[in-house]
């Protein structure tokens, strides 16, 4: 373990951690809203910790729906860790099992994005580095949901406050952190056409999954640009 990795892990996520606070609260104010008290939804981020899946099974868990599908929902909402990983393989190769462990539980969009990131500016992708990175964003988690959970009654609705448009806004930041990879444009037009398709006909959550492989089959089918080609490109 490197400590100056871990606290350059931990002061890369700082700003995350700010922004990511809202959504612990309103995840903590929203399961107990639910019926779950405080400490069941403290349980659920301890072990699930998984942002916009943790509010679908809150969602679900209190139909009278059976416990496949609710796993079934969060396992849609959460298809693209799949792909997540499969992308970060080449930077986490020399990872422990136990770490790669620790490492995918920790996963999150974010973490995701600034690893692929590090590992393609050719800068090494450290456990220490990783695990200061994940733990900035999963230990404020569960502080701002067990203050969610008391105080959400203050909240109210979210959307009078305009907490309801955050979430969309922080993935569409994150998305735009690719711009620059080639086939960026079609790749994100496929993927968001065939989610409203899915989110129309096939219906919640399953059109996130869906869009996703809409997304990666096209980016298989297209030729991709090496950068020389794209610097020729952009001249002209």
Known sequence: MSKADFNEGMRGAMPLCISAAPFGALFGAVAVANGQTIAE??????????????LVGIELFGQRIAPW???LSIFAVNFRHILYSAAMAPYVRHFTPVQKFFGF???????????????????????SWYLGYGLMIYVPWQVMTVLGGFFGKLIGDP????????????FMALVLGFRKRSNFLPVVAMSG?????????????????????????????LPVKREPERRAARRG
């Open 41 to 54: 939804a403290a349980l659920m981020s301890l072990t699930l910790f998984a942002g916009a899946s943790q």
């Open 105 to 127: 539980f920790l996963l999150t969009d974010p973490q995701f994005a600034e690893t692929v990131n590090r590992g393609e500016s050719g800068r090494r992708v450290s456990f």
């Open 159 to 170: 959307k009078v406050i305009g907490i309801d448009v955050l979430l969309p806004i922080y």
């Open 69 to 71: 599908i609710i796993v």
């Open 193 to 221: 056409a065939a989610s409203v398709i899915a989110y129309h006909t096939v219906g919640s959550p399953w059109h996130v999954s869906i869009g996703a492989v809409a997304a990666m089959l096209l980016a298989a089918a």
